[in-house]
């Protein structure tokens, strides 16, 4: 599982953010290929309506601490990754 931090600019107007803004995103990839998982990264934050995604940090979490029940517990992104795959949390900053 990879962990991006993230920053796009917006393609249309979301409830705070308007054409043209950029917003910083965490986004969690399950793919063992860091080159993989940076192109899911950005076709995923592309689908949501933003361009330009510059990836700014990358982590790679082991199995270990993906399964580790108090990491699932205190992570909502991971837990959500774990089931579908991947997660997107846009942040306000």
Known sequence: MYVFSASATAT????DINIGDKAPFIVYIDFK???????????????EGFKDIEIEKRQ??????CQDP??????????EA?????AI?????
């Open 12 to 15: 249309k107007s979301f409830d």
């Open 33 to 47: 290929d860091l080159f993989g998982a940076e192109t899911l990264c950005k076709v995923l934050v592309m689908r």
């Open 60 to 65: 790679w979490l082991t199995p270990e601490k």
């Open 70 to 79: 108090k990491i699932q517990q205190a992570d909502k992104g991971l837990r």
């Open 82 to 86: 774990l089931k579908a795959g991947f």
């Open 89 to 93: 949390q846009l942040f306000s900053e």
